[in-house]
């Protein structure tokens, strides 16, 4: 069995693409902001007039985000490598790992994984919701949601996929207690080889509310007409239909409609997963912690500690007749059917989108989510001491922000420097408060020595925060080094376009007193 960390930068460039030509997708895009619906900043209404006259909306929302229920697919290429003739779905992919067809062909999978029991595999163990400070508390399981599943085969590497999972804390949230924890691996299969692709991990604060149009999830794969030509791939595995992105999840005629963390809230979740999970993680998290423990030659512990972060929303109108370009003369490549484009955080595109139209939107974020989620990015390409970012036989660190957008890889290894970009607006809704980042890097001690060429000597690290005129912007900075892990992070800077460095030195010897 096989890490590729390549495949999900291929599966990311579709998705980007999808999402531009589509709109919304529900599933993809759980926020307790949104600017569709009717209590959002543009409403359910688009005047014809506007569209004509070329207006177009334009929002970042998050990218990396579990689907709803877990499915597998199988595509069979005879002729060549790009035009799929055969399509079939399956909940049991069988020991040939090809849905019973007896056929040669790929196939892809996505696997929600279920709450640990006897059975040693990939599942969520433990999840605690507390007050930070405080001894951590765990959360009780509620229940399971209704979804599709697949059978699983541990001994040749495919996870077991469930359902979402609701738990009930004693920190309570803005509408209630209960929160959805939702963790999936996506893996793909290839002449009886299997390649774990991606990990999404998410806790989300819930409230549920009646909806006529929500339904229990359904993985649906399609081909064009539904994709672009020659194109095969997940359609829909939600049951939000696309009427509410506030829907962290959907049950027949129910929503789990997303809310707010309240202030000083830590969340922790323990997982058994392979060990080919590894390389980095990004998230919407501060402060984190993370722990990997062995469980055998097969399966590691793995957990993640942090409080959730506040994500200033970026959201505005390109107006052709106030002198602004259109997106697609910004993106030829991109298709931009219907009134909306959006743009995943942590995407290049966003920082474009968010540099032209920083004006247009009044350097003011149009609103504010809380979040806790953290993902898997693909190894970096790198030469040099940079290989040593490019490890993928163990987790290596992981890090995040509260960016509007950011960087979605592994920092840059460059001049001496570790290097991440971020960007967001100056303001919070109502152009008077200054939106306050955060930034969190957490690695390896001894992957910091393989870049620097250091000994086991103590080590430590500056952090600056500088505009793109190379300027240094204030911020709270915190360095610490524990149990083999590197803790860097910066606090409090301003946001326009940043660049945050990190450079690694061996710590001075502390003066002896005489």
């Known amino acids: 069995m096989t890490l590729r960390p390549t495949i999900k930068k291929m599966s990311v460039l579709a998705f980007a693409i999808i999402f531009a030509i589509t709109g919304v997708q529900a599933s993809s895009a759980t926020d307790s902001w949104a600017p569709i619906g009717e209590s959002g900043p543009i409403g359910t209404q688009h005047p014809k007039e506007r569209l004509d006259a070329g207006f177009h909306n334009l929002y970042v929302l998050e990218q990396a985000q579990p689907m709803e229920t877990s ?14 003739e055969t399509l079939i779905t399956c909940p049991d992919v069988g020991p040939r790992l090809d849905c019973g067809t007896g ?57 077991r996929g469930a359902t979402a999972s609701i738990w009930k804390a004693s920190k309570a949230h803005t509408g209630g207690d209960e929160y959805v924890a939702q963790a999936s691996v996506g893996y793909s299969t290839f002449k009886g080889e299997v390649f774990l692709e991606n990990l999404e991990l998410s806790v989300i604060p819930v409230a549920e509310t009646s909806s006529t149009m929500a339904m229990d999830p359904k993985f649906i794969v399609c081909a064009p007409p539904n994709r672009p030509a020659g194109e095969v791939g997940v359609c829909g595995a939600g049951g939000n239909n696309g009427f509410n992105v506030r829907c962290a999840y959907t049950q027949q005629g129910v929503c789990g409609t997303t809310k707010l963390f309240s202030e000083n809230t830590r969340v922790a979740v323990q997982l058994r997963l392979p060990n080919q999970i590894s390389g980095w993680f990004h998230g919407r998290m501060k402060s984190p912690d993370i722990q990997v423990s062995r469980i055998n030659e097969t399966y590691n512990n ?26 697609q003369d910004i993106f030829p490549y991109m298709g931009m059917g219907g009134p909306y484009t959006v743009f995943g955080s942590n ?54 922000t509260n960016a509007a957008v950011y960087y979605g890889r592994a920092p840059e ?28 890097l957490v690695m390896r001690s001894d992957l910091a020595r393989c870049l620097y060429g250091f000994s086991n000597a103590p080590l430590s690290a500056s952090v600056s925060v500088v505009n793109n005129k190379g300027q240094r912007s204030f911020a709270t900075t915190v360095v610490s080094e524990k149990n083999g892990w590197l803790k860097m992070a ?24 005489r």
């Open 71 to 84: 499915g597998f697919y199988q595509i069979g290429f005879p002729r060549d490598r790009y035009t799929a």
């Open 103 to 159: 056929k040669a062909g790929r196939a892809f999978g996505n696997a929600m994984l279920p709450i640990c029991g006897a059975e040693l595999e990939s599942c969520i163990e433990k999840v605690w919701i507390y007050e930070g400070g405080q001894s951590p508390v765990e959360a009780q399981v509620v229940r399971t949601l209704r979804g599709e599943s697949t059978k699983g085969y541990p001994q040749k590497g495919i996870p």
């Open 302 to 327: 793995v957990k993640v500690d942090a409080s959730p972060v506040s994500v200033g929303r970026f959201f505005t109108q390109s107006r052709p007749d106030l002198g602004d370009p259109k997106p």
């Open 347 to 400: 995407s290049p595109d966003a920082f474009k989108i968010l540099s032209r139209f920083r004006d247009r939107a009044k350097d003011t974020a149009n609103g504010v989510s809380t979040l806790w989620s953290v993902s898997t990015i693909p190894s970096p390409n790198a030469s040099g001491r940079g290989q040593c970012l490019a490890d993928t036989s163990r987790v290596l660190g992981i890090v995040t």
């Open 413 to 440: 290894f460059r001049n001496g420097f570790l290097n991440y970009e971020v960007a967001g607006m100056h303001y919070l809704p109502g152009g008077t408060e200054l939106s306050q980042g955060s930034y969190d």
């Open 490 to 513: 910066a606090y409090g800077f301003t946001f326009s376009k940043k660049v945050i460095k990190v450079k690694i030195t061996k710590a001075k010897p502390k003066s002896k007193r």
